[in-house]
């Protein structure tokens, strides 16, 4: 059991590279926690008590607006560390964390991930730039519901799959990734009906073309020089 749990966390984006001895200590005091499709992780408002690593699935991490409308901030494959900022900050979740299929979960108590952090400098530095990163890619969401309309918006977010999950093909980037309409619409703020609609567009286009449920971008040259900024004027 321990050897499995090191194989995984040697997967984590955020533990690659550590000595044998430190990742056997991080195995020790981890334990491992299933979440079922669609099951909460956790929601705002709650206490701030667990950091969470993928081992398998996907989670969504989103926020819901004034308005009531979803808005997805992050889709986290495996590999992908979760719910640590709000630890380190000593503040209580914002964010709502849901499993998007059955996962897999490695679970580190507060004390025992501050301590480790504490003990490694060189993970604080990681981790530093990791929520960096990541509060860059919120911001620039922002920008784009202010100053963009959906189709901009909806290129920036296929260019910046591609650069996350692209895989390069004869023929184009394929973005390795499962996302539906819906999930691309929560991730810029419009419908489903109308992402399709961009979509379909952006395929008559030439730009795009779709392998089974997945996506191949054909141009992202012309995909970058539809990220403008005018005015949103779609839903």
């Known amino acids: 059991m321990l050897n499995s749990k090191i194989w995984y966390l040697q997967r984590i984006n955020l533990f690659k590279e550590i000595p044998a001895d430190d990742m056997e200590e991080l195995a020790s005091v981890t ?10 992780i956790f929601l705002p408002g709650e206490s701030s008590q667990q950091v969470y690593l993928l081992k398998t699935g996907r989670v969504k991490i989103s926020r819901i607006s004034e308005e009531g409308r979803e808005l997805t901030l992050a889709l986290l494959e495996p590999g992908e560390i979760f719910g640590e900022l709000e630890i ?48 860059r890619r919120i911001e620039s969401r922002v920008e784009d519901l202010v100053f963009r309309d959906v189709p901009s918006r909806l290129a920036h977010l296929l260019i910046q799959l591609s650069e996350d999950y692209g895989k390069a093909m004869p023929e184009g980037v394929l973005l390795n990734i499962k996302i539906t309409h819906q999930e691309m619409a929560n991730l810029i703020g419009s419908i489903r009906e109308t992402v399709s609609a961009t979509l379909g567009e952006f395929k008559k286009e030439g730009l795009i073309a779709f392998d089974s449920r997945k996506i191949i971008i054909l141009r992202p040259d012309i995909l970058k020089k539809r990220i403008g900024t005018t005015p949103s004027s779609h839903q």
């Open 88 to 135: 380190l900050e000593g503040s209580v979740r914002d964010t709502i964390a849901e499993a998007m299929e059955e996962s897999q979960l490695c679970v580190i108590q507060k004390e025992q991930f501050l301590s480790l952090i504490r003990k490694k400098p060189e993970l604080s530095f990681r981790l530093t730039k990791l929520i960096g990163l990541r509060l």
């Open 31 to 40: 334990r491992m926690e299933m979440a079922k499709k669609k099951e909460t």
